[in-house]
C-alpha cells in the first residue's frame, strides 16, 4: 500500500516537473524575444540620438554661432567674451535696506491747503 | 524457494537405507545450486551490459547527431549571452575636453546599379547625371550597357538625392546602408582630427578607416568594439580652438601672410587646448594630397607640428636660462656686445644698434644676437646640446598625431663653434611651433619636462627636471619684461601680465644659398600669467609684412606680437582666466636680488 503511494507520487512529481520544464522553456523563449525587439528598439534610439547629437553639434557650430551673433546684433548686442566682462566684487552696491513699515501714518491731504491734488 | 537441507538426518537414513553415499548426494546438490547461482548473476551481468550498451549508443548518437546540425547550421550570434551591448558597433565619436562633439557617424546610403535589370539605361544614365553633376554620362552610359554585372555610383547620398534616385524609378538603381564620418564643426581643428575614409566595402556595410591626424593614431582603438562607443575625448576647447582659429584668420589677412599657425598649452599638464594651422581645409571633404611641389603649400599640411622651421631670437631665453642654471651669469651680469662678434668668415650682428655692454636681462629684452652667441660660447657645444635635448628640440615630438613623426627638427650634422653659436640666437636648429610649446612650458613651468598630449588628463605631469624652479621664475621675470619695456611691447593684456619673446627668422631658400631678404618668419612665443604661469602661447606667421607705414614692416614686433595679444585676450576668458591688476613687480626683485 505504502509502496503504492510512493509510485503515485513520484509519478505525479514528474508529471509535474515536466509541466514546469514545459512552461519554463516557453518563458524563457518570450523572454528571448522580448529581449531582441528590445535590442532592436535600443538600436533605434541609439541611432535617433546619434543623428539629434549630431545635427546639435552641427546647428551648435561655431561658425554658425557667430554668424548669428552678427545677424542678430540689433537684438541680442553679443560680443565676444572679453576680459571686461569680469566683474569687480567691490563694484556691485549692497542691497539697500527695506523701507521701515510706517506705524503713523499722517493723512496729508488734511494738510494739503485748498484740498487740491497731491503734486507728488 | 524452499531451501533443501543439506543434510537433514531423515533424508540421509533414507538414502543409506538404499545403499547410496550421502556425502554424494549433498556433493550434488551444492554443484546444482552453484550453477544455479551463476547462471542467474551471469544472465544479471549481461542485462547490465545491454543497458550500458545502449547508453552509451544513444549518447554517441545524440552527440554525433548534435555535431552534424551546428556543423550544417548556419552560424548565429547567441542570443541569449547579455555579455556587453550588442548594439553599438560603430566607430566611437571623438569630443572635446567638455563633451562638445568634434566627430560622429551618420547613417547615410550608397548607391549601385546593378545593369542586368536595367530597362532604359539611356535614360538612367541622364537622369542620374542631372541628379549628381560630376558623374560622367559616358562613363555611365558604358557601364550600363556593357558586361558589368555591378557598378558603384556613389558612396554617399543625402536623404534627398535619395528620394531623387526613388523617382527615376529604374529597378536596377539599389541603395546600400552606410555610416559616414561627420566633422560637424567644419573646418575647426581639421589638421588634428585628420579624417575618414573608406577601407573594405561591400553593399550592406563598409568599414570606416581614420587616414590622418587623431583619426589615423588612434584608428583601432576607436573601431575596437570593446570601447562599446565609448568616446575619444581630446584635451583641445571648442570654442578655444574657434576663436583662435578666427583671430589668426584674421591676423594672417591683414599682414598678407602665406600660412601661420599656434600653439595654446597648458603649462602644467602639456594638454593642448588648442592648435590651428592656416591654410586649413573641410575635413568633411578632404582635398587631395599634392603630387607634385612643395607639401607645405598644401592645405593639408599641419603648419605647428610638421612644419620646421627656423625660429629665431624666441631660442635665446633658452642659453641664458642654461648660463643661470649653470651658474655662469644671474640677470644683472654684464655682458659683453660690442659687434660684430666674428668667428672665421662669419660674422654676427645685431639687427639695430645696441651699447657695447649690457646685463643678461637686457640682452633678452632688446634681444641681442652678439650677447648671446657670447653666452653660448661660455657654455659650449656639448652642454646646449643635451639642454636643447632635454628640453624635447632634437627629436619629433611625441604627440598623438599620425604625421607627428614627419615633424623632426633639422639639426646640424656637425655642432661646431659657429653653429653653437648661432642656435643660441634660433639659426641652424629648425623646430616646429609645438616643439617651441613643449620647450617653453617645460623652462617656464618651474622647470620641470612637459611632453605635448591632445589627450586630456587632469593630472601634473611629474616630468623629468630641466632647470631650478629658481631659474625658472627669472626666466619668465625676463621674458615679462621684454614685453612690458622690449621688442614686444604689442603683445600686453591689461590684466594677463603676458610675457614672452619675438622672434624674426629669415626664411632659408629653397635650393640652398642663402637667405631670402624680405621672407621671413615671424614668432612669438608667450607665457601668461608671467607670475603664476598657466599657459603658453606660440604664434607663427609665414611670411607676413605689415604695410600700413612707408616701407613694410615683418619684424615679430609688428606681426606675431599683436596677433598672439589679440589671441590672448579672446581666449583668456574662455579659459576662465580672471583679469588681475598687477601688483607692483615684487616678487622678481626679490628673486633678482638674490
Known amino acids: 500500500m505504502m509502496r503504492a503511494v510512493m509510485y503515485l507520487m513520484a509519478a505525479l512529481s514528474v508529471m509535474g516537473l515536466a509541466f514546469w520544464a514545459y512552461q519554463e522553456n516557453y518563458a524563457t523563449q518570450q523572454a528571448i524575444k522580448d529581449v531582441r525587439r528590445l535590442h532592436a528598439q535600443i538600436g533605434d534610439a541609439h541611432e535617433r540620438l546619434g543623428m539629434l547629437r549630431a545635427e546639435w553639434a552641427y546647428l551648435n557650430r561655431p561658425d554658425r554661432l ?55 | 524457494m524452499i531451501r533443501t537441507p543439506l543434510r537433514p538426518l531423515a533424508r540421509i537414513l533414507k538414502a543409506r537405507e538404499r545403499g547410496e553415499d550421502p556425502g554424494a548426494i549433498a556433493a550434488e546438490n551444492l554443484r546444482l545450486r552453484h550453477e544455479a547461482i551463476a547462471d542467474k548473476s551471469r544472465a544479471r551481468a549481461e542485462g547490465r551490459l545491454l543497458v550500458l550498451g545502449a547508453f552509451f549508443a544513444v549518447a554517441f548518437l545524440t552527440i554525433g547527431l548534435r555535431m552534424g546540425t551546428i ?8 542570443r541569449t549571452a547579455a555579455t556587453g551591448n550588442p548594439i553599438i558597433g560603430q566607430r566611437a565619436d571623438i569630443v572635446d575636453r567638455n563633451g562638445r562633439i568634434l566627430a560622429t557617424n551618420l547613417e547615410t546610403h ?123 575625448q581630446l584635451s583641445l576647447d571648442l570654442s578655444v580652438q574657434a576663436a583662435t582659429e578666427e583671430v589668426l584668420d584674421g591676423g594672417m589677412k591683414l599682414l598678407n601672410a602665406k600660412g601661420a599657425a599656434s600653439v595654446l598649452m597648458d603649462i602644467h599638464t602639456g594638454e593642448i587646448i588648442a592648435m590651428a594651422s592656416l591654410p586649413d581645409f573641410d575635413p568633411n571633404n578632404r582635398p587631395q594630397v599634392l603630387l607634385t611641389g612643395d607639401q607645405s603649400d598644401s592645405p593639408l599640411f599641419n603648419r605647428a607640428v610638421q612644419g620646421v622651421y627656423e625660429l629665431g631670437s624666441t631660442f635665446k631665453i633658452f642659453a641664458v636660462a ?39 636681462t637686457d640682452i633678452i629684452v632688446e634681444s641681442s644676437n652678439v650677447g648671446t652667441g657670447r653666452i653660448a660660447m661660455q657654455i659650449g657645444g656639448e652642454r646646449q646640446r643635451a639642454f636643447l635635448t632635454s628640453l624635447g628640440l632634437a627629436e619629433a615630438t ?23 653659436m648661432t642656435i643660441s640666437f634660433g639659426h641652424g636648429i629648425s623646430d616646429s611651433p609645438l616643439h ?26 611629474q616630468g623629468a627636471r630641466v632647470v631650478r624652479p629658481e631659474v625658472s621664475a627669472r626666466a619668465r621675470s625676463m621674458l615679462r619684461q621684454v614685453v612690458t619695456r622690449g621688442t614686444a611691447s604689442m603683445g600686453d593684456v591689461e590684466g594677463y601680465r603676458v610675457g614672452g619673446k619675438t622672434g624674426t627668422a629669415d626664411k632659408p631658400k629653397e635650393n640652398g644659398g642663402g637667405y631670402y631678404d624680405d621672407k621671413v618668419i615671424a614668432t612669438f612665443a608667450s607665457v601668461f600669467p608671467a607670475d603664476d604661469p598657466k599657459y603658453v602661447l606660440i604664434v607663427t606667421l609665414d611670411e607676413p609684412s605689415e604695410n600700413s607705414g612707408d616701407k613694410p614692416r615683418r ?32 616678487a622678481s626683485v626679490t628673486l633678482t636680488s638674490n
Open chain 1, 66 to 120: 557667430i554668424d548669428l551673433a552678427e545677424i542678430n546684433f540689433d537684438r541680442l548686442g553679443l560680443l565676444p567674451l572679453g576680459p571686461e566682462a569680469f566683474g569687480n566684487i567691490e563694484s556691485i552696491v549692497y542691497p539697500l535696506p527695506d523701507i521701515l513699515p510706517i506705524t503713523d501714518p499722517i493723512d496729508i491731504r488734511s494738510v494739503t491747503p485748498g484740498g487740491g491734488e497731491d503734486p507728488l
Open chain 2, 71 to 78: 556543423a550544417n547550421s548556419a552560424p548565429e550570434e547567441p
Open chain 2, 110 to 232: 550608397s548607391l549601385y546599379a546593378q545593369p542586368q535589370h536595367m530597362i532604359d539605361p539611356l535614360r538612367a544614365a541622364s537622369e542620374l547625371k542631372a541628379i549628381f553633376p560630376e558623374l560622367d554620362e559616358e562613363r555611365l552610359i558604358k557601364d550600363f550597357t556593357g558586361k558589368r554585372k555591378f557598378v558603384w555610383i556613389r558612396r554617399q547620398l543625402s536623404p534627398e538625392q535619395m528620394q531623387q534616385v526613388h523617382d527615376i524609378g529604374s529597378p536596377a538603381l539599389l541603395f546600400g546602408p552606410r555610416e559616414m564620418r561627420l566633422y560637424p564643426n567644419g573646418p575647426i581643428a581639421s589638421h588634428i582630427l585628420g579624417g575618414a575614409s573608406y577601407g573594405r566595402e561591400d553593399v550592406a556595410s563598409a568599414e570606416v578607416i581614420g587616414v590622418a591626424g587623431i583619426e589615423r593614431n588612434f584608428d583601432s582603438l576607436l573601431r575596437d568594439p570593446a570601447n562599446e562607443g565609448k568616446p575619444l
Open chain 2, 322 to 360: 642654461q648660463a643661470m642654471e649653470l651658474g655662469l651669469l644671474n640677470p644683472d651680469t654684464m655682458i659683453d656686445t660690442k659687434g660684430p662678434l666674428t668667428w672665421g668668415r662669419f660674422r654676427i650682428r645685431d639687427s639695430h644698434y645696441l651699447p657695447p655692454s649690457m646685463s643678461a
Open chain 2, 398 to 420: 611625441p604627440v598623438e598625431l599620425s604625421e607627428a613623426p614627419s615633424g623632426a627638427p633639422l639639426l646640424p650634422k656637425n655642432w661646431s663653434e659657429i653653429s653653437t
Open chain 2, 436 to 461: 617651441l610649446a613643449a620647450a617653453y612650458s617645460s623652462l617656464l613651468n618651474g622647470g620641470t619636462r612637459v611632453l605635448p598630449t591632445l589627450l586630456k588628463s587632469d593630472t601634473v605631469q
Open chain 2, 555 to 586: 619684424t615679430a614686433g609688428w606681426t606675431a606680437v599683436p596677433v598672439a595679444a589679440e589671441m590672448i585676450r579672446r581666449v583668456a576668458p574662455l579659459l576662465g582666466l580672471r583679469p588681475q591688476i598687477e601688483v607692483s613687480d615684487v
